[in-house]
């Protein structure tokens, strides 16, 4: 798919002349693992615009140009399968505020995606905690919520709980992106702990938020990342990280014929994470960016 570098999207609102279009691959996977008998994981890839919007499969390839493209990964929590149940309240939540968040992209309103996913996260998270008390079965249920905004210039994201999202330029090295909402983390994060003794504390899922699961209040950390050729993402719950380091993710995404990614990557990482542990629920979306046009915005 050709993405040529003088296309361009026109505000409707405005006139004003956008910039081209972005190209994205993608791959997508979850697993239950070895232990567990059912999948409380969800994962959600879509492309919308300002009336409509459109499921994409688990594998695919497509332009940011007149659509912008959301990605996202849900860890759900809770007795019985109430579990399964806030993940995909979760992920089918996202699609509310879309088209309203597509013009905003559209007029080149940067400064609106932070209230956008601010009241998104607030509306699933009042969702949750309404079901929560209104059927026992779903008392105290709970989920994470990492959720990656493509438009052409930018990756916006959203993030709550312990699901993460890296980053890995084309020049290197990987970042993680999201902060684990764990007092771990925020530990390892301080330098206080190193990554071994992070992953083997029996407090690291000890949660300090997420949505629903009877937190009074939540604030998810909202942030962008300038978009370049060659950018990889990676979105995905907890059961992958208990299987692999993350250096062996970087290998994993580094990895690739003439340099591209090819659709089983999100296999490979998942079944190799579930080979090594397989104690939880394993889900991983894998976001690369094969072209853009030029004049995009920096990195963030």
Not at 61 to 69: A, G, K, P
Request: proline share 3%; with cysteine; charged share 25%.
């Amino acid at each position: 798919m050709v993405c040529l570098a003088d296309t361009t999207r026109m505000s409707s609102d405005t006139g004003q002349e956008l910039p081209g279009c972005v190209t994205l691959r993608w791959s997508g996977k979850t697993d239950p693992g070895r232990v567990r008998p059912n999948n409380e994981d969800s994962f959600l890839a879509l492309t919308f615009d300002g009336k409509e919007m459109q499921f994409l499969g688990r594998t695919g390839q497509t332009t940011v140009e007149r659509n912008d493209c959301i990605f996202a990964v849900s860890d759900g929590m809770g007795g019985a399968k109430s579990g399964e149940f806030a993940s995909r309240i979760t992920v089918e939540g996202i699609t509310r505020l879309l088209p309203k968040g597509f013009r905003l992209s559209a007029a080149g309103l940067s400064s609106g995606f932070s209230d956008l996913l601010e009241e998104l996260f607030g509306d699933i998270h009042r969702d949750l905690i309404h079901l929560g008390s209104s059927y026992e079965e779903c008392q105290g249920m709970g989920a994470t919520l990492s959720l990656c905004w493509f438009t052409p210039e930018w990756m916006y994201f959203g993030h709550i709980g312990d699901s993460r999202i890296y980053y890995l330029p084309k020049s290197g090295p990987m970042t993680q992106v999201s902060k684990d909402d764990t007092h771990i983390g925020w530990l390892f994060r301080k330098g206080e702990m190193t990554e071994r003794e992070a992953r083997t504390h029996p407090r690291r899922n000890a949660l300090e938020q997420a949505l629903g699961a009877s937190s009074q209040f939540i604030d998810p950390q909202i942030g962008a990342v300038g978009l370049q050729d060659g950018d990889r993402f990676l979105i995905c719950s907890d059961g992958l990280i208990d299987g692999l380091w993350d250096r062996h993710i970087e290998e994993h995404l580094t990895h690739g014929d003439n340099g591209l990614l090819d659709n089983g990557i999100s296999d490979l990482l998942v079944e190799t994470a579930v080979e090594n542990s397989g104690k939880d629920n394993t889900t991983a979306l894998v976001i690369e960016v094969l072209q853009r046009s030029e004049g995009g915005g920096g990195r963030s």
